[in-house]
């Protein structure tokens, strides 16, 4: 495990004395993206690609230390080579890719395989050793096509606009939101929350095209909320001001989805397995691609998935992380907010 170690402040490289993701505060974390279970407040620089500092900036404070980096440019720690890559998770989420005397090894960070039209496509990278994710490491998480699944929310759209129903999509405030805007711009206003909003303007800012979204606030009446399309972070699903309106419908979109179970959990009139995740084939090939010859399976089914991996001859090991609870941590963002 000679560039890596799991520790209980994250994952540190002793060469170049440096934390990725850290979840307790560092000198230097090395961060894959904005959400919340990956980057934490409290250290004192932190490094990302170019598309991630604004969100860092919106969720942990403006006067915080970045360095940023574009994707395939490369800087040197402490004789360590650092280069970002593609994960394909979310805006500007990236695979940590250390090089050391030889030795190469690379920290995925959340990622999916699928091009979703707005995060830079996934890129494999060559490595000896591979951090991997298995949020969705069961062989029933197989994605439908991402365009079947956007065209089954327009047809749940527009059917409930023939009934006069608002339609209330729930997900998250980084990465799932903005894809929803992207591919229902034909079916506009489209309504957003706060924590959406101010995250698609920094995405503005910085150069990326998304379709025009309209913030809700406590001037909007809910009448008029009622023409429209409304997407809310998962901790407001349920919130007042949803259950005033005068006939909504409800659709979460989330990977979990996909099991039925989960959607009479969450008491939604519709279910949309849309995951900014990789699914079973999605990790497979991505760990093949790598050429790795050790895999460290992170947050997720964990155990099912090492289990697999060493029994077709990858050599893999199950390690204990505190990523993996996006919903959570959102809600905390979600309250310093308000």
């Avoid at 170019?50 to 006067?63: H, M, V």
């Avoid at 759209?157 to 999509?169: F, P, Y």
């Avoid at 379709?211 to 901790?235: H, M, S, Y």
């Avoid at 007042?240 to 989960?262: D, E, H, P, Y």
């Amino acid at each position: 495990m000679g560039l890596i170690k799991f520790t209980n402040k994250g994952i540190y490289c002793k060469q170049g004395d440096f934390y990725i993701d850290p979840w307790r505060p560092v000198d230097l974390a090395v961060t894959t993206h904005g959400h919340a279970d990956h980057v934490k407040w409290g250290n004192k620089a932190y490094l990302c690609h170019d598309l991630t500092k604004s969100i860092l900036q919106q969720r942990l404070g403006a006067d915080l230390k970045i360095e940023t980096l574009p994707y395939n440019k490369e800087i040197t720690i402490n004789g360590v080579k650092i280069s970002l890559f593609p994960a394909g998770h979310v805006i500007g989420s990236a695979q940590i890719r250390l090089e050391y005397k030889g030795e190469i090894c690379v920290v995925s960070g959340d990622y999916k395989v699928e091009y979703d039209g707005i995060s830079t496509a996934f890129e494999p990278v060559k490595c000896h050793s591979f951090v991997s994710e298995s949020t969705f490491g069961l062989p029933i998480y197989k994605w439908q096509p991402q365009q079947q699944i956007f065209d089954q929310i327009g047809d749940w759209v527009t059917n409930n606009q023939d009934k006069g129903k608002t339609s209330v999509l729930v997900a998250y405030s980084l990465g799932k939101a903005q894809r929803l805007i992207k591919n229902l711009t034909g079916h506009s206003p489209i309504y957003v929350h706060n924590s959406i909003e101010n995250l698609n303007e920094g995405f503005r800012r910085s150069g990326v095209d998304l379709p025009e979204t309209i913030r809700i606030n406590a001037d909007i009446k809910k009448e008029t909320l009622q023409q429209g399309i409304v997407i809310v972070p998962p901790a407001l699903a349920e919130g007042r001001w949803i259950k005033n309106l005068q006939s909504a419908a409800t659709g979460v979109c989330s990977g979990w989805m996909q099991v039925r179970a989960s959607r009479r959990w969450r008491s939604a009139d519709a279910g949309f397995a849309l995951s900014d995740h990789a699914d079973w084939p999605g990790l497979l090939s991505a760990i093949h691609a790598t050429g790795a010859e050790k895999v460290f399976v992170t947050h997720g089914f964990t155990a099912t998935f090492s289990k697999y991996l060493n029994e077709i001859g990858i050599a893999s090991e199950e390690v204990k992380t505190q990523y993996g609870n996006e919903e959570e941590e959102e809600q905390e963002i979600l309250v310093k907010e308000a």
